[in-house]
C-alpha cells in the first residue's frame, strides 16, 4: 500500500487510516478477504496479504469473495506497472469473479484509468471529505496529508450499504448508470 510522492517521503509504504479499513470492513461484513497491496505495517489484516517481493498482486489470483486496494499511486520504475494497472484487476474480479472490491485511490478523473476502469465498471465513488488525508506511516498515524484529493471506489452490488456507511465519510455518487459508458472508453491505453 502506497501513496505519495518522493517530494512528501523517502517512505513508499503509506497505510490507509484506521477509519477507512473499519468502513471498509463495514460494507463487506466481514473481514478482507485479499489485500493485493500489503506491507509489513498493514493494519488491514486480510486473510490473504499479498506483500512484494513475495508476491506480487499483479500476477497472483484475486478469486476472492472482498478485496480492499490500496494501490501504488505513481508509477514502479523498477517493476513496471502503474496505478491504472491496479484499477484495471480491481474492475475485472468484480466482472470475473462477481467479488466485491474497494479501491482507495487518488481523485484524477480525467485519466485514462479513471476512464477505463472506474467510469461504467464502478458502482459507486465517494469522494472523502479529508482535505488532506493523512496515511499511516510505518504503521504510525504520523504521516503528513497527502498532496491530492482521494476517493473510495466501489466496484460491488450493494450499492446502499456502500453509500450508507462511505456518507459519513464524504460526497457518495452512484456510477451505476455510466454502465452504457465503459464501450467508449476500453479503448483508452492502459498505460494512461
Same mark, same amino acid.
Given at each position: 500500500?502506497?501513496?505519495g510522492r518522493?517530494?512528501?517521503?523517502?517512505?513508499?509504504?503509506w497505510?490507509?487510516?484506521?477509519?477507512?479499513?473499519d468502513?471498509v470492513?463495514e *460494507?463487506? &461484513?466481514?473481514?478482507?478477504?485479499?489485500?493485493?497491496?500489503s506491507?509489513k505495517?498493514?493494519?488491514?489484516?486480510?486473510?490473504?496479504?499479498?506483500t512484494?517481493?513475495?508476491?506480487?498482486?499483479?500476477k497472483?489470483?484475486?478469486?476472492?469473495?472482498?478485496?480492499?486496494?490500496?494501490p501504488?499511486y505513481g508509477?514502479? &520504475?523498477?517493476r513496471?506497472?502503474?496505478?491504472?494497472?491496479?484499477?484495471e484487476?480491481?474492475?475485472?474480479a468484480?466482472e470475473?469473479y462477481?467479488?466485491?472490491?474497494?479501491?482507495?485511490?487518488?481523485?484524477?478523473?480525467?485519466?485514462?484509468?479513471?476512464?477505463?476502469?472506474?467510469?461504467?465498471?464502478?458502482?459507486a465513488?465517494?469522494?472523502?471529505?479529508?482535505?488532506?488525508? &493523512?496515511f499511516?506511516?510505518d504503521?504510525?498515524?504520523i504521516?503528513?496529508?497527502?498532496?491530492?484529493?482521494c476517493?473510495?471506489?466501489?466496484?460491488?452490488?450493494?450499492?446502499?450499504?456502500?453509500?450508507d *456507511?462511505?456518507?459519513?465519510?464524504?460526497?457518495?455518487?452512484?456510477?451505476?448508470?455510466?454502465?452504457?459508458?465503459?464501450?467508449?472508453?476500453?479503448?483508452?491505453s492502459?498505460n494512461?
Amino acid at each position: 500500500m502506497t501513496a505519495g510522492r518522493e517530494v512528501i517521503s523517502k517512505n513508499k509504504e503509506w497505510g490507509t487510516p484506521k477509519k477507512y479499513v473499519d468502513a471498509v470492513r463495514e *460494507v463487506f &461484513r466481514a473481514d478482507i478477504a485479499l489485500d493485493p497491496c500489503s506491507n509489513k505495517h498493514s493494519i488491514t489484516d486480510a486473510d490473504i496479504e499479498y506483500t512484494l517481493p513475495e508476491k506480487d498482486g499483479l500476477k497472483e489470483s484475486w478469486n476472492y469473495l472482498n478485496i480492499y486496494v490500496n494501490p501504488p499511486y505513481g508509477r514502479d &520504475r523498477e517493476r513496471k506497472t502503474t496505478i491504472g494497472q491496479w484499477l484495471e484487476r480491481c474492475a475485472q474480479a468484480h466482472e470475473e469473479y462477481g467479488s466485491e472490491v474497494m479501491a482507495l485511490v487518488p481523485v484524477a478523473t480525467n485519466t485514462g484509468h479513471w476512464k477505463r476502469s472506474i467510469y461504467g465498471r464502478a458502482n459507486a465513488v465517494c469522494f472523502l471529505s479529508d482535505t488532506r488525508l &493523512r496515511f499511516l506511516e510505518d504503521g504510525e498515524d504520523i504521516g503528513k496529508g497527502a498532496p491530492m484529493a482521494c476517493a473510495m471506489i466501489y466496484w460491488g452490488d450493494h450499492y446502499e450499504r456502500f453509500h450508507d *456507511v462511505f456518507i459519513r465519510h464524504g460526497a457518495v455518487v452512484d456510477m451505476s448508470h455510466l454502465k452504457m459508458l465503459h464501450k467508449g472508453f476500453k479503448d483508452i491505453s492502459i498505460n494512461q
